[in-house]
Antibody, heavy 114, light 107 residues
Framework: QMQLVQSGPEVKKPGTSVKVSCKAS????????MQWVRQARGQGLEWIGW????????NYAQNFQERVTIARDMSTSTTYMELSSLRSEDTAVYYC???????WGRGTLVTVSS | SYELTQPSSVSVSPGQTARITCSGD??????VRWFQQKPGQAPVLVIY???ERLSGIPERFSGSSSGTTVTLTINGAQVEDEADYYC??????????FGGGTKLTVV
């Protein structure tokens, strides 16, 4: 069936980086776009950016442009979101989603704490 | 940048009609999607292209649009509809925008 399986929870120290993966199955991965959003506890959804899988073209939200990299590995149908220079405010659940948010992963909790 | 404005909360009794609005200038020329998110779960797409209901979503969910405001309507809201609802618009290739979310209480 169609699903997006995300990597497990992460605990990181301020100033370091985190890389979250999202493996797709049951969808036309190479013909898709893959999006990333995050949600801090008790807060709304914040768009981070997206990648057009076939071309590898990316677009990032202005708030994240200098710190985020979204990439994909077509051989494993996996997309990655790496966020650098982490700070406590980056503590959130990070979601990947396929297409225009047609299908969502279950989320990955990233905790940034000293 | 673009903004989508939603009420922070809506409360109805079971069986009543719940209406959740989403406003923004961009909505005069772009479609909206609605997502339902229950506690501890990922969001789920409910409505796309302002008014189209996803297969499997109960018929009591509907969407409408007028000018710069779109509305998610739940006719005969049920207790299981209690959730956070987010509107979303793909404004352009470099900008995707979510509304702030509306907490629907059915009690």
């Amino acid at each position: 069936q169609m699903q997006l399986v995300q990597s497990g929870p992460e605990v990181k120290k301020p100033g370091t980086s985190v890389k979250v993966s999202c493996k797709a199955s049951g969808i036309n991965f190479s013909g898709s776009a893959m999006q990333w959003v995050r949600q801090a506890r008790g807060q709304g959804l914040e768009w981070i950016g997206w990648i057009v899988v076939g071309s590898g073209n990316t677009n990032y939200a202005q708030n994240f442009q200098e710190r985020v990299t979204i990439a994909r590995d077509m051989s494993t149908s996996t997309t990655y979101m790496e966020l650098s220079s982490l700070r406590s405010e980056d503590t959130a659940v990070y979601y990947c989603a396929a297409g225009d948010f047609d299908l969502w992963g279950r989320g990955t909790l990233v905790t940034v704490s000293s | 940048s673009y903004e989508l404005t939603q009420p922070s909360s809506v409360s109805v009794s079971p069986g009543q009609t719940a209406r959740i609005t989403c406003s923004g200038d961009i909505l005069a020329r772009k479609y909206v999607r609605w997502f339902q998110q229950k506690p501890g779960q990922a969001p789920v797409l409910v409505i796309y292209k302002d008014t189209e209901r996803l297969s499997g979503i109960p018929e009591r969910f509907s969407g409408s649009s007028s000018g710069t405001t779109v509305t998610l309507t739940i006719n005969g809201a049920q207790v299981e509809d209690e959730a956070d609802y987010y509107c979303y618009c793909g404004a352009d290739n470099s900008l995707r925008v979510f509304g702030g979310g509306t907490k629907l209480t059915v009690v």
